[in-house]
């Protein structure tokens, strides 16, 4: 499965992103997507996820202002990132797992969050 971001940028506080990801390769066998972030000098953690049966699961510090979603052709997952902070600046990767538990990773979009 490879997998390529899309969406990310520069934006003042409070603003809006809305991240893409494209899966491509083995994608039927794809059951969650999701994304991560890292930020400097700091470990990679979970931002929220997508089951295929559209099971969600989110970070509480994202809770409310992020939003997951995969698209209709199932290969495609979304953030859409409101109310933006500058604790939110980090590179965020997008995921996908296949069974039993293959994990695979994008290349990752950075976001930063800056007046």
């Known amino acids: 499965v490879q997998l390529v971001e899309s969406g990310g940028g520069l934006v003042q506080p409070g603003g809006s992103l809305r991240l893409s990801c494209v899966a491509s390769?083995?994608?039927?066998?794809?059951?969650?997507m999701g994304w991560y972030r890292q930020a400097p000098g700091k470990e990679r953690e979970l931002v929220a996820t997508?089951?295929?049966?559209?099971?969600?699961n989110y970070a509480d510090s994202v809770k409310g202002r992020f939003t997951i979603s995969r698209g209709n052709a199932k290969n495609t997952v979304y953030l859409q990132i409101n109310s933006l902070k500058p604790e939110d600046t980090a590179v965020y990767y997008c995921m996908s797992q296949t069974p039993p538990a293959y994990i695979y990773w994008g290349q990752g979009t950075q976001v930063t969050v800056s007046s």
């Open positions: 390769g083995s994608i039927f066998s794809i059951n969650v």
């Open positions: 997508v089951t295929s049966g559209g099971i969600t």
